[in-house]
């Protein structure tokens, strides 16, 4: 495909199959294509051939490096088609210049020399736009290089009609710019036509370069992977593909390598570089019992592992997953932008022939005519508008995807340019969602971690790990006995205890007296019917919640915190954070009518949760942004998944989804102005067809270059 009407065209072929829906994509040449019946991929490639076009169903091993190959040989032929014309058209343009100019530098048969010059330069060189247009016409079709090819074939046409058929020449004018030139100088139109050549070539070259380059950007996450794992088996180690490493096998990682796969750490410690995976700056260390995920390096020391995801089922592989299934959606904006283009080209053409008889009819010269009627053609290319909304998207997801941050699709660009609240639920995502046992006694300690040993409930882990550091062991435990919501009975050494709420004690018929926590909770303990004492639990908060809540009112975002935590605890926390607003008491159930009722007041919200207890409120929010610590990131019911622990993930992902939305309506504001400021001009005899030619070029390269800048968000300095 050689333009975005390429890609519609495409895209009608594939729909036109019963039961098939398809989206083409130009910026990453890719068909998706869904439905059902037999032989649905040799339905689809024949579709494709028959529409003029080559497919293969895509391999996902070899997807990539086929690409790469098919990107590198069309770079290679364009840059020599680029150079061959270079050679040819600046000798030539320079010589009919000053032999038109001069009249007494001229020699027999210059105009014949000119021609033969021009001829490898309109026929070889420009050969792409050629062959695009004959195989579009043989399937009734037009594109942009219908356009293009149009423009060169009139050019060189006119000229030789003017070199070979003097007669032919209408007098009177004179080139724009070129005052002591008359018009029916035919061989200043072979300027023309190899001018136009370079300029569509060069344009063309660095197009397919640039979108390399965002290709680049986009699959950097892809190519992260280690092709090969060292594992043991059979007592030895041995190098096989990462492919075949089986879930539960141990997997070896020495230092300055690849971590090939997600594990658990069995042996050894190492620092572990993540910044490529999550983008978080400083390597983590990690020892004994600790998760790593494929992708990252071992940066200083040795790592047995157990597997615990392989191949698909990977964080490093969900996170290209998901990358890739976003980019391949079109926003609203470009589906518009498609449709204009099915009908611009031929309405382009419609319009030059229009132009060119309408300059003839007012008595103009007929070289004259014919220069403004091409201006038009060559102008009016819309290829700006085909690469303005991919080219962005694929960059931006890209660049988010090496940062921890994965945008999943147009609609979190269209909901984060209009977004003014932010709420935030606070265990697991502004704080650590790991609670820590404070200021209990040592001998209360022995009869509380005895009745939680028998739980699986997070205040029952906490007690443990408190226990394991204070070397305290559980007893055993008879009439043990669970209340839900409330804590836990049973009987330790002889001993009635009880381990929970107020609500325990009270059901129990122990007297008790309420204590304030503060920012913790309080968990009351009860020795044979009376209280006994209490202790605290704590969910720290993530160190950069601070700052991240700083950063988001500097966007101008008003917070929420939403938590089923009691109020003094909510209340606690949103004051050491400087959120005004608290909801707390709210159920996981209730968090989505909370939602709700904000949209209803005119709010336009975004939701971030933890991606488990939070989906409901997720998927209500205009945007859902998912802190994600576990491995599941394809399932979770947000538009932007977050994978970088830094709770400064969260302003940033807000800030690069309003940046590449930015960047599309820059690319579409400069694309359909400068058609709309272009073409009246080139109608109104203005525009010399060479500045026509080189402006169409230059708008394509505007609009994937300023796509590129993105490649430097979160590296600019504050």
Same mark, same amino acid.
């Given at each position: ?152 074939? #009139? ?97 070896? #990682? ?208 906490? #007690? ?95 917070? =929420? ?50 991606? =488990? ?55 579409? =504001? ?20 060479? =500045? ?27």
């Amino acid at each position: 495909m050689t333009c975005a009407a390429c890609a519609n065209r495409v895209e009608r072929a594939l729909n036109k199959l019963d039961g098939v829906t398809a989206s083409v994509n130009y910026a990453t040449e890719r068909a998706i294509v869904t439905g059902a019946g037999p032989d649905l991929a040799g339905r689809a490639t024949s579709a494709v051939d028959k529409a003029g076009y080559d497919a293969t169903v895509r391999d996902p091993e070899s997807a990539d490096e086929l690409a790469e190959q098919l990107t590198i040989k069309r770079v290679t032929a364009l840059r020599r088609r680029l150079i061959v014309a270079i050679l040819l058209a600046i000798p030539l343009m320079d010589a009919t210049i000053v032999l038109a100019a001069v009249p007494s530098l001229r020699f027999p048969g210059w105009e014949i020399v000119s021609l033969l010059v021009a001829l490898p330069v309109v026929t070889w060189a420009a050969y792409p736009f050629h062959r695009a247009t004959i195989r579009n016409l043989r399937h009734r079709a037009v594109s942009m290089d219908t356009l293009v090819s149009l423009g060169i074939v #009139v050019s060189f046409g006119w000229a030789a009609v003017s070199v070979l058929l003097p007669g032919a020449s209408s007098t009177g004018g004179h080139w724009p710019g070129l005052s002591s030139i008359p018009l029916d100088t035919g061989a200043l139109y072979l300027d023309v036509a190899a001018g136009m050549t370079v300029f569509q070539l060069a344009g063309r070259y660095f197009e397919t370069r640039s979108r390399r380059r965002a290709a680049d950007v986009f699959g950097a996450l892809s190519r992260l992977a280690t092709p090969t794992a060292r594992v043991l088996r059979d007592g030895a180690e041995v190098d096989v593909p990462t492919g075949q490493v089986v879930k539960g096998e141990v997997v070896i #990682v020495k230092a300055g390598e690849i971590v090939p796969v997600d594990g658990t750490v069995l042996e050894g410690a190492a620092a572990v570089d993540t910044s490529v995976v999550t983008g978080e700056p400083l390597p983590r260390s990690v020892r004994a019992g600790d998760p790593v995920i494929g992708g990252t390096i071992s940066t200083d020391g040795r790592l047995v592992l157990t597997a615990t995801a392989v191949g698909a089922h990977t964080q490093l592989a969900q996170m290209a997953a998901v990358a890739e299934q976003a980019q391949e959606r079109k926003a609203r904006i470009q589906h518009t932008v498609d449709r204009i283009i099915v009908w611009f080209v031929p309405a382009v053409i419609a319009l030059a022939i229009a132009v060119t008889v309408g300059w003839i009819v007012s008595g103009a010269p007929f070289q004259q005519a014919m220069g403004t009627g091409i201006s038009v053609l060559v102008i009016a290319c819309p290829c700006a508008l085909g690469l303005a909304t991919p080219t962005a998207l694929m960059v931006g997801i890209g660049r988010g995807a090496t940062l921890g941050i994965l945008i999943k699709g147009q609609d979190a660009l269209e909901a984060s340019g209009v977004i003014d609240t932010i709420v935030l639920d606070k265990t697991g995502t502004l704080t650590t969602g790991e609670l820590v046992v404070d200021h209990i006694d040592p001998d209360l300690l022995r009869y509380v971690v005895s009745i939680e040993h028998n739980s699986e409930h997070p205040i029952a882990q906490a #007690v443990e790990r408190r226990a394991a550091t204070d070397g305290i062991n559980p007893e055993p435990v008879t009439d043990f006995k669970v209340h839900p919501g409330q804590g836990a009975t049973g009987v330790v050494a002889g001993h009635r205890v009880a381990v929970g709420n107020l609500a325990l004690l009270e059901s129990e018929g122990i007297p008790a007296t309420a204590q304030e926590g503060g920012a913790s909770s309080v968990v009351y303990v009860a020795i044979d019917g009376q209280q006994a004492g209490s202790f605290t639990l704590a969910d720290r908060l993530r160190p950069t919640a601070g700052a991240a809540i700083e950063t988001l009112h500097s966007q101008k975002l008003r917070t =929420i915190l939403l938590t089923g935590d009691s109020e003094p605890v909510a209340r606690s926390v949103a004051a050491s954070l400087g959120i005004d607003d608290v909801r707390a008491g709210v159920l996981p159930a209730d968090k989505a009518a909370v939602i709700e009722r904000l949209r209803a007041d005119g709010r336009r919200v975004a939701m971030v949760g933890d991606g =488990i207890n939070d989906a409901a409120a997720l998927a209500t929010a205009d945007l859902g942004l998912a802190v994600v610590s576990g491995t599941d990131i394809a399932l979770k019911s947000a538009d932007i998944i977050l994978v970088r622990e830094d709770l400064r993930v969260v302003p940033d992902a807000i800030a690069l989804a309003r940046r590449t939305r930015q960047t599309i309506h820059r690319n579409l =504001i400069w694309a359909f102005g400068y058609n709309v400021a272009a073409v009246p001009i080139a109608a109104a005899g203005l525009l010399n067809p060479l =500045i026509a030619a080189a402006a169409m070029s230059l708008s394509s390269l505007f609009v994937t270059y300023n796509s590129l800048r993105l490649r430097d968000f979160g590296t600019e300095p504050e």
